[in-house]
């Protein structure tokens, strides 16, 4: 729904200078954010999960973080809308442990 709406509201704001450049941009951007919705959603869970486990509470801890599904729907919400900033977060993470010790090179 993220990239639904910016796609939406892009379309909106530019209805009378549309740029037909755009128009595979707007038309594949909802599916692209819901492709990195989900990723986030997923990334979400895991985080969570390795931060209860590394938690030293018993089996079945009622403290145990369990977090309802309405927060998983914002996350992929906000992040299906920011694709192009969760995009650049998952690129600048994956440099660290692809090229771990490199730094760009001025120009």
């Not at 209805?15 to 819901?34: I, M, N």
């Not at 986030?40 to 895991?46: E, F, K, Q, R, S």
Request: hydrophobic fraction near 45%.
């Amino acid at each position: 729904m993220g990239g639904l709406t910016i796609s939406l509201g892009g379309i909106c704001r530019h209805s009378t200078d549309w740029d037909p450049a755009y128009d595979l941009w707007h038309v594949f951007r909802p599916a692209l954010g819901a492709i990195t919705g989900s990723i986030a959603c997923l990334l979400l869970g895991v985080l969570i999960t390795f931060a209860a486990d590394n938690q030293s509470s018993p089996a079945g801890d009622p403290n145990e973080p369990n977090l309802p599904a309405v927060v998983y729907e914002a996350a992929a919400f906000v992040f299906g809308f920011a694709e192009s900033a969760f995009r650049e977060l998952v690129k600048s993470l994956t440099n660290v442990f692809v090229r771990p010790g490199q730094q760009n090179p001025k120009r």
